[in-house]
């Protein structure tokens, strides 16, 4: 799985954060591992054949809450599928 | 006068970016009579045993948690650390908790059968909604190599209301830090920054002494304000300026993005910032290049 965050709503803004799990098993990404994001972009990643699975929706601000800032917004879940016989080519 | 307090630089950026780092301000002298304590008392297992590390109840000013015999509360009287401290929280602030943060090498950690991983990003306590703020001193008595897995924190992410480990899905950050340093580093925290302790890859124990303290009174001009000047205040054109501007200024300075912040939310973080700084100064008419003025601006219907 690979999870990107972007600095706006379209799929081609700039990664400001990321995370990846590994489900095959092969490489415990670790929390602060990486300094560069693996994409430049979300379109980058599509581009490198990561399929889009989420998008957060664009919500209303609710009222007198509208400068709280938390939790980032523009997250995108991707996920690639690979198999054992794959990974042998490679 | 000599002062030791924070300038209003210094509280602009920890306005702005959530910390203040004080390199080596623990002279050697200390530092090495510490590690020994905490190599003696941790090398044992007994957790805050003696005292080095005393256990006191949560809210004790910190005056008579950590007094001038101990070492640590040498350390704490330590007059430029000291100034930064009440800059910050004021005098007679409260120990809300203290730890020692114990880090053995990953090969040790695998040797024993564990596996070594990096600590989830996270925010202390919980959810927290107060105007007043709490301060974390972080506290290195040995120098930090980058091998070393020094605390990652995100600048700028102090003022952000999320909830604690909510945040540890977020594994890497445009812009985090790992804290690098010399020995008798301090790093004076916002209780709200994000941070988590990394993977220590040297063969050398690491040690974290780590203390949050309350407020007693007010935040406000707690800091050395000879610096202050009118200008800080002066609302400037946006566009089409033609003198050159202070990068160092208060109001450039708590409108300096970060790597990470998004293009729409980067802006209510300036926002957020302008209004850490009235409440700082006391003055509810600041503005920084008047991203809050311009929503203030709201003239009367005469109702």
Redesign the interface.
């Known amino acids: 799985m690979l999870?990107l965050?972007?600095?706006?709503s379209a799929l081609d803004?700039p990664?400001?954060?990321?995370?990846?799990y590994d489900g095959a098993g092969k490489v415990?990404?670790?929390?602060?591992?990486?300094?560069e994001?693996p994409y430049a972009t979300g379109l980058a990643a599509l581009q490198d054949g990561w399929r889009l699975i989420q998008a957060s929706p664009l919500i209303n601000h609710n009222s007198g809450d509208e400068?709280?800032?938390?939790?980032?917004?523009?997250e995108f879940f991707f996920e690639k599928l690979v198999s054992e016989e794959n990974d042998r080519l490679e | 006068m000599p002062t030791n307090k924070l300038s209003t630089h210094d509280m602009a950026i920890f306005a702005s970016r959530g910390f203040v780092r004080l390199d080596a301000v623990v002279p050697t002298s200390l530092n090495d009579q510490f590690l020994e304590e905490l190599e003696r008392t941790f090398g044992v297992r007994e957790v805050n045993g003696g005292t080095t590390v005393p256990a006191v109840p949560a809210g004790t000013e910190i005056d008579q948690a950590l007094t001038s015999d101990q070492t640590l509360g040498q350390i704490m009287r330590l007059p430029r650390l000291k100034g930064a401290i009440e800059s910050l929280v004021g005098p007679n602030s409260l120990l809300d908790h203290h730890f020692v943060h114990v880090l053995p090498p990953a090969s040790a950690i695998e040797a024993s059968g564990h596996?070594a991983?990096?600590?989830?990003?996270h925010q202390d306590s919980t959810i927290d909604v107060r105007k007043s703020f709490d301060i974390q001193l972080f506290y290195y008595p040995q120098e930090i190599t980058d091998d070393m897995g020094g605390t990652?924190y995100l600048p700028g992410s102090h003022?952000?209301?999320?909830n604690e480990a909510?945040?540890?899905?977020?594994?890497?950050?445009?812009g985090?830090q790992?804290v690098v340093c010399p020995a008798g580093t301090v790093f004076l925290m916002h209780h709200g920054i994000w941070h988590?302790g990394?993977?220590n890859r040297s063969e050398r124990t690491r040690y974290l002494y780590k203390i949050r303290l309350n407020p007693t009174v007010p935040q406000v001009r707690l800091w050395d304000t000879t610096d202050l000047t009118d200008a800080d205040s002066t609302q400037l054109p946006i566009f089409f300026v033609r003198e050159r501007q202070d990068p160092d200024s208060v109001q450039n300075v708590l409108t300096r993005g970060e790597?990470?912040?998004?293009?729409?939310?980067g802006r209510?973080?300036f926002?957020?910032r302008i209004h850490f700084w009235r409440r700082l100064l006391g003055d509810r008419t600041f503005d920084a290049h008047y991203w809050v003025s311009r929503l203030e601006c709201e003239p009367s219907i005469g109702e």
């Open positions: 999870v965050y972007l600095a706006n803004s990664v400001t954060a990321w995370a990846r415990r990404h670790q929390a602060g591992g990486d300094e994001p400068f709280r800032t938390g939790y980032f917004k523009y | 596996a991983n990096a600590q989830h990003l990652r003022l952000r209301i999320v909510a945040i540890a899905r977020y594994q890497n950050v445009r985090q790992h988590g990394s993977i790597p990470w912040f998004e293009m729409d939310t209510i973080e926002i957020n």
